[in-house]
């Protein structure tokens, strides 16, 4: 099993970026993002899978255009970058992974995943 340790998070006003890091204990080729705010489900935000020697990338029409989602050359380390940050930004943001293939694209879904981290507070002030 992949385990998965977030960082990055932290307090910014709105207009401003944060660059969260997702560390993965083994390369991993299919992860995600999700944010949650209490009383709210878990929504997918970003994911990523590399197979056949190319990346794809997919985003949740509500980050589309302002987060960006990379990862290092090892498969190792995934970080998003969080630009022109808003209010509704806020929440707690996971880290989720699947070691081999996605099963599903765009890979969103909280069953796409079988580790978690255990995620990092963004907090957007207006």
């Known amino acids: 099993q992949v385990q998965l340790v977030e960082s990055g998070g932290g307090s910014v006003q709105a207009g401003g970026s944060l660059r969260l890091s997702c560390a993965t204990s083994?390369?991993?080729?299919?992860v995600g993002w999700f944010r949650q705010n209490p009383g709210k489900e878990r929504e997918g935000i970003a994911t990523l899978y590399t197979g056949g020697g190319t990346t794809d990338y997919a985003y949740a029409d509500s980050v589309k255009g302002r987060f960006i989602l990379s990862r290092d050359g090892a498969a190792k380390t995934f970080y998003l970058q969080m630009n022109d940050l808003r209010p509704e930004d806020s929440g707690m943001y996971y880290c989720a992974a699947r070691a081999q293939a996605c099963l599903s694209w765009p890979a969103l879904n909280l069953g796409d995943y079988p580790a978690w981290g255990q995620g990092t507070r963004v907090t957007v002030s207006s």
């Open positions: 083994r390369p991993t080729y299919c």
